[in-house]
């Protein structure tokens, strides 16, 4: 479960996210939607502590990020935009620095490889150099360093940007067997890929939480997602121009 309160996160005067509050519960995938320069990867790289905040508390499974946060690493799963690969390491080697730097005893660094190897659709490529690899493959390989170590939370920023249509779709499918058992936040500016694959919608606009509400509910008379989307981005802009923000 991610518990966000509150988040704020200033350069100066310069406002990235201002009072940014939702929950994603137990093993359920949320959908962080947002146009470009809304605030959603600032707010990742706070919840998983790869950045401070000014203000506000974020809790991982129970754990504050901020004085907790060897608690929350070992309880999360991180695949930022741009996954961290080494490109002249094979996928197994990558695998195994990843799972050492993570905590895993060395006995249980094999079993844990073979596990996200499978998972991930890795195994024929467990060889390959990274650098040698396709961008789908790369992502995917980004997806088994996030699961390593068997987190219960995931946290997924543009896991499909870039992609082809055919791995697009794969990346999909494999988000929504990961859910259930994991608690998942997909970052996303992509509509149809909040629709496929998440259970539950927070938007974010100009650095604030626009809409916050279950997928079922905001379409049960319905409406599409643009829609909703488009009229609440739309309605927020003049409401932040007014405020000076």
Request: charged content about 25%.
């Amino acid at each position: 479960m991610i518990e966000v309160a509150n988040l704020s996160k200033r350069y100066g005067d310069l406002r990235a996210i201002e009072g940014v509050s939702f929950t994603a519960g137990s093993g359920q995938i949320l959908g962080f939607l947002g146009p470009n320069g809304a605030g959603k990867t600032t707010t990742m790289r706070i919840i998983t502590g790869f950045m401070p905040a000014t203000t506000g508390t974020v809790r991982v499974e129970g754990f504050d990020v901020f004085e907790q946060s060897n608690e929350v690493r070992r309880r999360i799963g991180y695949l930022p935009e741009n996954p961290p690969l080494y490109n002249d390491m094979a996928v197994t080697a990558y695998l195994r620095f990843v799972a050492r730097l993570k905590g895993l005893a060395r006995r249980e660094v094999g079993e844990a490889l073979e596990r996200v190897l499978a998972t991930c659709g890795l195994d024929h490529v467990r060889d390959r150099l990274l650098g040698h690899l396709s961008k789908g493959y790369r992502q995917r390989v980004g997806l088994a360093q996030a699961l390593i170590h068997d987190p219960p939370v995931l946290v997924l920023d543009e896991p499909t940007i870039g992609l082809d249509p055919r791995q697009i779709r794969d990346i999909r499918a494999l988000v929504r067997t990961l859910g259930g058992k994991r608690t998942i936040v997909l970052s996303t500016h992509i509509l149809s890929e909040v629709t496929e694959v998440c259970d539950k919608v927070v938007i974010i606009n100009d650095g604030r939480i626009a809409l916050e509400d279950q997928l079922a509910n905001m379409t049960r008379d319905g409406r599409k997602l643009e829609d909703i989307f488009i009229e609440t981005i739309s309605r927020e802009a003049p409401a932040a121009a007014a405020t000076g923000a």
